[in-house]
Each structure stands twice: as structure tokens, then as C-alpha cells.
């Protein structure tokens, strides 16, 4: 099947800096692109999304960006807190159905006071 | 309103043992997901069902695992003659409709002894 390659793995930052997380995706067809955020025992709930027809999305102290051309797309968070520290998933749509994602193996991010 | 409700929280059966796990999508939902993730791993793909339209069972790992959506409303994930490898957390996720955001349930944590 068509795959979702994440990185880094793992992650540590300093509360208040900022975080990358990149993603590349190999189906050309994909259109949609959101991203998932797990905390510890619950279960993935999203924090932003992106369309194929938009470059660059923000919502306060996230956003993401996208390339179709090249395959791939990130999440930057900036000015992180604690709270942040959780596992974080890039998916991308299976192909431009829109219904069922493929997932990355996740970012676990660790933001230390 | 409810979210996505699924049970039971917890299985733990006997290697050859069949399961079921069942899921509750939010009311109105069209479309239903099942995924599974292994510890530290990230979400696979299992099978996805969209209204009345036949079901996508093509990340379905082999022919002990079938799933089903009575009504176009709940759905069981049946697993046959479990082995230790299907213990993972399986996660359920329901959406309006095309490229609309993914709700997840809290998941089934099947262990297989």
C-alpha cells in the first residue's frame, strides 16, 4: 500500500521553543492531510488539517504546510508548552476518495520546563 | 452528544479463541473506520465502510478478520482464532462524510495469551 514516512521519531524541545514534525507521502492522489495528537492512554484526536489546494494553514500556535510537488507536509509548533507532550500523526488521505487515511508511526514530542 | 463509544475497553483471550469488538459511531455519521496500533507504533489501516457502498477491506491483514455494519450504524470487527500477534489497541473512527475530520473512540485493548 501507499505509505506515510514521519520523522523524527522523537522529539524534545525546551518549553518555548518550537517544533518540527515532517511528513512525506508517496500517493499523488492524496488530497487531505490532517494531523492527530495522542496523549498518553487516550485516543487521537485532531488538531489542524490541510487541503490539497491550500499551502499553508494556522491556527494560533500551530500550523502546517504542504508541498504538493514534492510529497510532503509539516507541522510547526511554536511558543510549546508541557501540555503539548503528547504523540503526534501525519496522515494523508488513501488516495483523493477523501474517506480512509494512512497514518505516519508518529512523532512522540517531549517539551521539558 | 455521544462520541464514538466502544466496547469492551479491555479483552484478554486465549490464543485460537475468536473476539468481537464492537463500535457506536456518532449519529449521522456516514462513514466508519477500523484501526489498529501496536504498541509504539503507529495506526494501520484495517477497513473502512462509507453508506451503503460496498466496504474497503483491503488493509485487512488476513482472512481471520472480518468486520461488518449493521444498519449503516454499529459495526463488529470479528478476529478468528486470535494469535499473539493481533494484540494491539483497535480503534474505531467515524466521519460525516468525505475529507471531514476523523473521531476516534477510545479503543479496544486486545491481549492474547
Known amino acids: 500500500g501507499e505509505n506515510v514516512e514521519q520523522h523524527p521519531s522523537t522529539l524534545s524541545v525546551q518549553e518555548g521553543d518550537s517544533a518540527v514534525i515532517k511528513c512525506t507521502y508517496s500517493?499523488?492522489?492524496?488530497?487531505?492531510f490532517p494531523w492527530y495528537k495522542q496523549e498518553l492512554g487516550k485516543r487521537p484526536q485532531l488538531i489542524i488539517d490541510?487541503?490539497?489546494?491550500?499551502g499553508e494553514k494556522k491556527d494560533q500556535r500551530i500550523a502546517v504546510t504542504l508541498n504538493k510537488t514534492a510529497k510532503h507536509f509539516s507541522l510547526h509548533i511554536t511558543e510549546t508548552q508541557p501540555e503539548d507532550s503528547a504523540v503526534y500523526f501525519c496522515?494523508?488521505?488513501?488516495?483523493?476518495?477523501?474517506?480512509?487515511?494512512?497514518f505516519g508511526k508518529g512523532t512522540s514530542l517531549l517539551v521539558t520546563p | 452528544g455521544a462520541g464514538v463509544s466502544q466496547s469492551p475497553s479491555n479483552k484478554v483471550t486465549e490464543k485460537g479463541k475468536d473476539v468481537e469488538l464492537r463500535c457506536d459511531p456518532i449519529?449521522?455519521?456516514?462513514?466508519l473506520y477500523w484501526y489498529r496500533q501496536s504498541l509504539g507504533q503507529g495506526l494501520e489501516f484495517l477497513i473502512y465502510?462509507?453508506?451503503?457502498?460496498?466496504?474497503?477491506k483491503s488493509g485487512l491483514p488476513s482472512d481471520r478478520f472480518s468486520a461488518e455494519r449493521t444498519g449503516g450504524s454499529v459495526s463488529t470487527l470479528t478476529i478468528q482464532r486470535t494469535q499473539q500477534e493481533d494484540s494491539a489497541v483497535y480503534l474505531c473512527a467515524s466521519s460525516a462524510g468525505q475529507g471531514i475530520p476523523l473521531h476516534f473512540g477510545n479503543g479496544t485493548r486486545l491481549t492474547v495469551t
Open positions: 490541510i487541503r490539497s489546494n491550500v
Open positions: 500517493d499523488s492522489a492524496s488530497n487531505y
Open positions: 496522515a494523508a488521505s488513501i488516495g483523493n476518495s477523501g474517506y480512509a487515511l494512512n
Open positions: 465502510f462509507q453508506g451503503n457502498s460496498a466496504p474497503d
Open positions: 449519529s449521522g455519521h456516514t462513514a
